[in-house]
């Protein structure tokens, strides 16, 4: 663990031990080893004194930090990242569905492998006790500006993992645009929970030609309200674009939609620690 920083050969939670349960019927020896290296990051946070952190800061960082000890996914990393992917529109503060916060592992993750790595996890680590909360923590990390600008990076970076990405688009909205006429309009009201996104996704089984789709927030109470898309094609592959530069609107150009280009996911994301609602419009043309 020196790369976190730590010298000292003995880590101490507050307990003399860390206890990890074993059942023989409860999971793979690769499960017993991600839940050991899982309990053993949160005793990595209590030497850096993160110990009133919000759930969601705990349990997602050590998820993350246990797949990066571990190397690989397992049935438990499956299970809480589709929980999470599934109910992306809950804040990952929400503590109604708790596999939600593990599953978050999602954004560390984003932050682990774009931001900088180990040395970022530190500056984290090493920024919470005066900062307080997660979110300056973040901020505050000398490798990155803004942890709402890393949220929404995450959002729009990671969400095609192939192992999950099927089984959670079926709790995604979704609006068709076929045989649609010219100019194509519609004005959508959306409650967005903080730390949360919300993917609607616009499908047309008929081929449209080359289609021009304008995204736009119209109004929205507070800042940090922001707008990024993940097109998707026929064969599976992902196409992302650069956010734009004033996160309220987007102009997206897709050739042959409907036929090579079937699938535009818009992405409403509150990077607030506090709800919002978003008024955006999508228009097309032709």
Not at 119 to 130: G, L, V
Not at 134 to 159: E, G, K, M, Q, W
Not at 182 to 209: D, E, K, L, W
């Amino acid at each position: 663990m020196s790369a976190l920083g730590l010298t000292i050969s003995y880590i101490s939670s507050g307990k003399s031990k860390i206890y990890v349960r074993y059942s023989e019927a409860a999971g793979s020896a690769s499960d017993y080893e991600v839940t050991l290296s899982h309990e053993f990051n949160h005793a990595v946070m209590s030497a850096y004194q993160i110990t009133t952190a919000e759930s969601w800061f705990k349990e997602s960082f050590s998820s993350m930090m246990a797949l990066v000890y571990h190397g690989s996914s397992t049935s438990w990393y499956n299970y809480y990242v589709q929980e999470y992917l599934s109910r992306s529109y809950y804040s990952i503060t929400n503590t109604y569905y708790p596999g939600i916060a593990y599953g978050a592992l999602m954004y560390p993750l984003y932050i682990y492998t774009y931001l900088g790595g180990l040395p970022t996890i530190r500056s984290i680590y090493e920024e919470y006790p005066d900062a307080g909360n997660p979110y300056d923590a973040i901020t505050d990390s000398v490798y990155i500006s803004n942890y709402r600008y890393a949220f929404l990076a995450s959002v729009s970076r990671n969400y095609k993992p192939v192992n999950y990405y099927t089984y959670a688009t079926s709790a995604w909205e979704t609006g068709s645009i076929n045989n649609f006429s010219v100019p194509f309009a519609s004005t959508t009201n959306m409650g967005v929970n903080p730390m949360a996104c919300h993917y609607q996704r616009f499908s047309s089984s008929t081929n449209i030609g080359t289609a021009y789709f304008t995204v736009e927030i119209t109004s929205s109470d507070g800042s940090g309200m922001m707008l990024n898309k993940i097109t998707e094609t026929a064969t599976g592959t992902l196409s992302i674009s650069t956010v734009s530069t004033s996160f309220t609107r987007i102009t997206v150009q897709q050739a042959n939609f409907g036929s090579t280009i079937n699938k535009l996911t818009l992405i409403p994301v509150n990077t607030n620690s506090s709800g919002g609602l978003i008024c955006y419009r999508l228009t097309a043309s032709t």
